[in-house]
């Protein structure tokens, strides 16, 4: 199983079988949010009282930390790190809009696109934006 790491702090947000961050809504309320490891699995846990909409834009950050997890490359995308079963680093980007599935995985060399929405995103720059972490 793969490991899911903070950017900032490099520490792990995967326990179990969820990638937990701290998300704030449109409305500035803030709740934790759980997301499936496995990359294009868009199921997501959440407390019932915490109100997202289809379509709104949210902000992730680290739960550790409290470092942003927005992205470089698009204000929309959120940024992990991903540790693969041999130790080794990737960028994982995806969509920090609800509803919206798109998600990129890269190790610097290639970049993996998963989720329907992917397209929304591809004229981004793959490039030296894809930096080694470790
Ligand atoms: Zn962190």
Known sequence: MNDFLCPACKKHLRVGDNIIFKVKNSKKNSA???L???IGNYTSHKHPTFEIQNGESLEFYCPLCSASLISDIHKNLAHVLLLDEKGESHN???SQVVGEHSTFET???SVH??????GRYT???IGDKFRKYF
């Open 107 to 109: 190790d610097g060399e």
């Open 123 to 125: 004229y981004f720059k």
């Open 92 to 94: 994982v980007y995806f």
């Open 113 to 118: 696109i998963e989720g329907e929405d992917a």
């Open 32 to 34: 934790l949010l759980l």
């Open 36 to 38: 499936s490891p496995q």
